[in-house]
Every structure is written in C-alpha cells, then in structure tokens.
C-alpha cells in the first residue's frame, strides 16, 4: 500500500488486522458474544473474546477456500485417524495468520495479559502421542502447501486424561476440555449421518433382477460434524477438521417414553452418547474392546458418507469416479474398516458391481503403518465383528475367498503363505487381521521411516510386499516448524531470522545457511544465551512444579514421550543410579552436573509403565535430597506431559534421549523436535534416528547400542540377560541397589516385578545395550565441558534439521502417492485472479 492512501482505513471488526481493530473487536466479543463488561470478566471471558476475534479472521479464508472447492472440484485428501493431537490453536493460528506480534500488542494495550490468556486455552488433548500428533502436523503442512484436504476423526468428549502423580505412582484424572466451550468448532447438526449396528443380512431381487444385500440393523447412532478451520502458513488456505459425534437418533424412544418407561427411553440416550465419550488411552497395545470398534466404524462411516454426499450431491459428479476426486489416507489400521464400508455403501447403497467397486475402493485407500510391535497389530475376534457389524463380515469373507484364490495361482500349493496372508486368522480362535485389510485395499502402504518401512517389508507386512512391491513405499514422518520452532522457540526464530530472513519458515532446508554461522563467536555466543534463558525459564517452572531447584549450567538430559518398556525411560534410570553409585563411592569424582527431566504418561493398564514412573520418582526422592550428590545430579519428573507442555520443554533441552531398542520405535517425532531447537541427541540406531544422524553428521550426535539386526540375532540365538549381570559390576550395582530396598524404604517387593522382568527376560535388551549407553553417556559429559563445541555441534543439529519438516513428508505424499495439486485460495479483500 503507498503512504498517501493510509489516511483513513476503516475496517470491519471481523476480518481487519490493525492493532485499533483488534482491540475493538476483542471488547465487542467480550460484550456480544460472552455476554460480559469489563468489570465482571473473567480471565477465560477474555481468552474466549480473543479467540473468537482470531477466528473471525479465519472463518472469512475458510468459507472463500470452500467456495473455490465447491466451484473447482479439485481432487482432495481424507486424512482418516482416530487421533488428532491438535494441542492449543490460539498461538499457532497467531503465528499463521502473521498477526502474533500485533494481537500481542492489542492485548496489551487493553491491559490484559497476552501470555497468561494463551496459557488458559484447555487443549484439544485428542490422541495419545506421537501418531496423534503426526496427523495434527500433517493438517498444517496440507494447509500450507494449499492441498485441499479435510481431517476426519472424533470429537471426544474426554481426551487422553490428565496425569497427577500422588506418592510417586502416576494417577489419572478425566480430561474435561469442553467445560469452558470450544471457540474453534462450528457444530453442524444439519449435516448428521446415520450409522447402523448390529442385525442382520437379508438377500433381496432389485427392480433390475439383480440379487442385492440388504442390511438390517438392531441399533442406529447419530454422526453429528462439529467443524474446525486449519489455516496454513502465510497462505489463505484454510482446510477443515471434522470430528463426529456420537448423539441418539431421537432424543426420546417416544414409545418407550409414552409406555411410561422414561428411564428405559432415556437410557437408548445415554447408550449411544457413550460412542465419542472417551479417547482409549492405550498406545501401541490394542484392548479388543467392542466399543473401539464402535469407534472406529462410527467415524469411518460417517466420514465416507460425507465424502459421496460432497461428491454425488454437492457435485453432481458419478460415483464411478469417486477416486478420482477423492483419496483416504488410513492413518493406521484405527480407520481399516474403511476398505470394507465403501465397499458396502457401493454394493448396496449405489447398486453397483463387485470388481467395479473393489477397483474404487483399492484406487481410493492408501495405509500408513505406524508400528510394528505385535501387541499393537488390531485383530478383531470373528464373533465380536459379526455380531456388531455382519454385513461387513460378509464383504470381508468374498474380498478374502477372491483375494486368497489369487495367492493360490500364484503360488500353488503354499498353505503356508495362505494362512499368513489371509484376511482372518484361523490359527486358533478366529480374528479379523486389520493390517492384511487396509493393505489389501490399499494402492499405496508405506512405513514412517527408511528403517521402519524396511522391516515392514521384511517381516509384518512380508507376503504382500512380495506379491506386491510396487505398492509399498517409504514416507519418514516430519514434524511442523511453525509450531515447534516459531511458536514454541520466539528467541531462536528471532535469532534465525536476523541471519538468514524468515523463508526457513516455510522452507525448512534453508536452515542449512545457518552453517555459516558456525565460526561466528558473537553468533554462538547468542545462541548459547538464549539455551541459557529458555533453561532458565524451564528451571523456575520446574522448581514452582516440584519445589526442586536445578542448577542451569548442568545438562538438561530430557527424556519425554509416552511410558512403554521398548523406549526405556528404565535404561535411563540405570544410567542415573550408575553416576549416583560412582558420587557415593567418591564424593569428589569430578562429574559433569547433570539434571535428568522425565514427562510422559503410561497407559491406565499398563502396570510395568507405571512402576517405572514410580520408580524414577522414588530415586529422583532419595537422589534430590542426599548431600553426597548435590548440585551434581538432579532427577525431576514433570508430571502431566502434553503438546501444551512440549512446547516448553523442546527449546531447554541440551541433551535429547532416544534410546528405544533398535527395530522397535517405528520413527520417533520428539527426536526431531528436540534435535530442531538445537538439542544434541543420544539414540540407538532407530527410526527416524537413523536419519537425523545421516543429516547432522555422526561427529554431532551419540551413538550407542545394537543395531536391529543384531537384536534379532541375539534374540534368536537365546538371549540371556543375566550373562551381562553378572558380568558387569557396575550393572549389577544399579540393579542390587534397587533390588535392596534402598529407593523404596526398604520395601524389597515394590520393583520385584520390574528387577525380576530384566534379569530374567529383558525382553528389550537393556542389559546388552546397558555398557556402550553407559560409555557414550561418558562422552556426553566430557563434551559438554567444551561449551564452544557444544554449541557448534547444537547449531548444526539445527542447520541440518531441514528434511524433518513435515512439508517435506506432505510434499512426497502429494508427489508419490495422492498425486493432487496444489490449489491456491484467494486472500480476502484483494481483488483475485486466481480463479
Ligand atoms: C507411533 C510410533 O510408535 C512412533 O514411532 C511414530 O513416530 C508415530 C508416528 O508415525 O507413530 N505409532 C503408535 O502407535 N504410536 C506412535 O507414536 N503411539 C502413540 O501415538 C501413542
């Protein structure tokens, strides 16, 4: 805009951008949409007026990107998962639309607090980790990279629960995210589905003499959208986050209601209500309850109901080319159901032929594996599945009798390979495999990471990457900068930028010219302060948290992601009770300080998760208070770890645990968060690890452990964990003195069941492992003393971080398997010619 013409600018207070807007609008939400005065409101009045303002600005880009879908019918990406970790949308949405510095600046000018107004968004906790949060980071990246695409999940009532720790032991109290409202959503009943269950089959003539499946069921829900916007990054693309909730189909059972049964009908209510109440906290460990399944069949059954009424009825387009408009991207075997209710909904819903459907149905799905632990493979047991959805089952047997006849031709007389490849497993009870599923429908299957995708192919998912090569394929997860760099790390994006601009923000290689700034000393020294203060930020919350002080000149060693023996958070200990063993033993052993932060939640059933929470808090008690150790090791576990509390803690850390066992985590995401804001990692060579450490350089990251293969050799030979106790006197130690009672007041039974799980099977190799961790922990240390290389090996972490963006990830999904193109949404008020 030219100088002359910024006299007078009047905007309207729900798209206008100047700071007197802002604040106009912000007090007129207040006024009309809280119903509050100044003088009565309250803290969370005020966030709810501010983020309604932030939304008003979104609703405008959101309704022009949906009117440009509706007018191009471009090819869109369902994005299906049953998590979505989206944490709090204020700041990043902030960050996206380029006005955080100014409504930062309208606050403050009407005397409010900006950053305590952030801290009160309750976040939308709505997956368990790092697979919940991919799906949140890859909706940034589509927005971003303008890929129409819209999120479909469910809106659960409670989240993953919030973790209080009482006595140590981990405790798990209801997540009540909805109690003060959620400005982000827009509910649109209007826009329901209906989900059947339960029944039966009834095989019927159609008016053209072909024989037809009529599905007749016991019970129906209700599938109500509640609606968020995703606005990308410096872009006027706004996608949609649609989450189903469960409601009844009638308010009332009027008959049971007129019979006087009032309960009874009110009862039908509460029972379908139940559907979206709560997320399943478990990760990576399947339950094989029926309403999981519920789940999983409600959202997946609305979610393709909406994509043909869009296409059908919106768009008047035939369903014989529903693929070609749209794809669904099965974020693990949650939403595998799919494959089997598209076929239902073309077979008995459109009346059209089996191979046409099952040729719209493969050309449709792609399946994201994200695991490979065998407890986390779904399989549904027969009886269960019949009984809840039969029509399915039915569709499932014909697809596996055609599919299983293929295999026999061509390989004849492999029973075997039969029975692994089969949809069901027959081995003893019968189950439906939900892996075998979404791969057989899928055109595309691919792993999270180069290693992970590679074992997929060589073990879980074997039979069908040979029948199938073509369709499997490597996408190593990312992770989005603009929340795990610009918004959670201010100070090192302001530093970032001052040297190289801000187009990193949007193209994360660009980082690369950072390496430049290697041997500038007055650039490292900056970047050293600013670790420093976020460290310091990081302490006080820490000590006003646990009452621990921390010393900031010690090595933030943080390890914080979910509680599962394959990622070790035990080995960790090992390592702590290791150093406290050699400080008792000589007191003035001249060790680099440490302090060793632990967050993460273990799953409500997970008993051995649990004990080792406990476990670090019960050495963290007697480490923290003995004089022996002082400010030389401090043990914090920060309790209540979530994306709102991530953000704090990515940017303090020096050192970033990775320590799972190699084959075991599929890719990590954490590990490139931390490795983002400059942390140096210690990791087994694992997931996505592996690459990080190709990309920095192995000089600037520490390695240790067994490699996969090796694992599964040791495992195959017969690993014995108590070869490596004996002999190894430091080892033993660690263990002895947790065996002893010393860190649970004598009690030699509390962590029998943990003690006893590694000496005598160790499933997880932390013995074999215990020593070159143990080693390198030792390198670790003496590298921190040399301050100077320390931060030219943390500036290259995060010079060298740029493939992990998740717009790389996107960009190759877009490329290699959704093939869409990018559509460019107008910005609002600017004349367009875009289209
Ligand atoms: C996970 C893998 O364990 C991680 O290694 C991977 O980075 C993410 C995203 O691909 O997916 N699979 C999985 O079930 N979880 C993962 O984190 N678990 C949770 O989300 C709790």
Redesign the pocket.
Known sequence: MQTEDIQIRIEDDRTGLEIETLKRAILDNLFYIQGKFPEIATLNDYYMALAYTVRDRLIHRWLISSQTYTKVQPREVCYLSA?F?MGPHLGNNLINLGIYDRMRQAVQELGLNFEALLEQEEEPGL????????AACYLDSMATLDIPSVGYGIRYEFGIFDQDIHDGWQVEITDKWLKNGNPWEIARPEWAFEVKFGGRTERYTDEKGRSRVKWIPDRMVQGVPYDTPILGYETSSTNTLRLWSAQAVESFDFRAFNAGDYYGAVGNKVFSENLSKVLYPN??QIQGKQLRLEQQYFFVSCSLQDMIRTHCDRRGLPISIFHEKFTVQLN?THPAIAVAELMRLLLDEHGIEWDQAWHITQSTMAY?N??L?PE?LERWAVGLFGSLLPRHLEIIYEINGRFLNEVRLRYPKDDERIRRMSIIDESGDRYVRMANLATLGSYSING??EL?TQLLKQDVLHDFAEMYPERFNNKT?GVTPRRFMVLSNPRLTKLITSKIGDHWIRNLQELRQLESFVEDLEFRSEWRQIKLAIKRDLANYIQEQNGIEVNVDSIFDIQAK?FHEYKRQHLNVLHIITLYNRLKANPNLDITPRTFIFGGKAAPGYQMAKLIIKLINSVADVVNSDPDVRDRIKVVFLKDYNVKFAQRVYPAADLSEQISTAGK?????GNMKFSMNGALTIGTLD??NIEIREEVGAENFFLFGLTASKVSQIKAKGYDPMQYYIANSELKAAIDRINSGFFSKGDTALFKPLVGSLMYQDPYLLFADYQSYIDVQTQVGEAYRDQDHWTRMSILNTARMGKFSSDRSIREYVKEVWKIDPLKICPPNEPCSIH
């Open positions: 998590e970790l997956g368990n980790g790092g697979l919940g949060r991919l990760d990576e693990d994201t994200h695991t632990l986390a999270v990471a992970h997860n979910r985590e599929a890719s990590g995401t997931g996505a």
